[in-house]
């Protein structure tokens, strides 16, 4: 009744599968993991290190889309996650660097990836720009201040939905909280 074949192929193709799902979460979570210690390295004055770090996580995420392609990575959770930290990444030092907030090249970037890291880079400058208000930095409070309500008069452009309306949602929480820094700031400056 049953053709052993077809369930045979059913078993081969699902065990291929699972191997390349664990091949892309393994070098997805090294991607997360270093992309998150770029952003800390760029909060402490490490633009040089975190540059190299940069360039390797570039590296694994070019490989892996030579390997797999961008079609079975984009269907990974856990390769998209780490795409959108990695974007985070990258913009918060292209900022840092005095560059623009562009597209990535060398790998194919998704939509959701770039917008959920652009909006999470709002949070970054706003947790800079409180740093360098209390170190006494006040012109880069206004700064940072600048680039964020930039940033978010380009994303209300989008009419985001579902998880990209809560990145969206927290980035505008974000940019409230920088204008109040840069607030109290120009206050402590009037006195």
Do not use: P, W
């Amino acid at each position: 009744m049953l053709n052993k074949k077809f369930f045979q192929k059913l078993k081969a193709d699902y065990d291929a599968r699972e191997s390349e799902r664990r091949q892309i979460i393994s070098r997805a979570n090294i991607v997360l993991h270093d992309s998150k210690r770029v952003i800390f390295s760029l909060h402490r004055g490490g633009e040089q290190a975190a540059g190299q770090s940069l360039i390797e996580i570039e590296k694994i995420l070019q490989q892996l889309e030579k390997k797999f392609s961008y079609n079975r990575l984009k269907r990974e959770g856990a390769y998209n996650a780490a795409v959108e930290e990695y974007v985070e990444a990258k913009m918060f030092a292209n900022v840092l660097g005095g560059k623009k907030i562009d597209a990535i090249k060398g790998f194919s970037v998704s939509v959701d990836s770039y917008l959920g890291g652009i909006c999470d880079l709002v949070g970054e400058l706003v947790r800079l720009a409180v740093n360098r208000a209390a170190e006494g930095k006040f012109g880069e409070v206004e700064k940072y201040k600048i680039i964020s309500n930039d940033i978010m008069a380009e994303l209300v452009e989008f009419d985001m939905t579902g998880y990209l309306r809560t990145k969206y949602d927290q980035a505008k929480g974000h940019l409230r909280k920088i204008e109040q820094v840069a607030y109290e700031v120009k206050l402590r400056s009037l006195k």
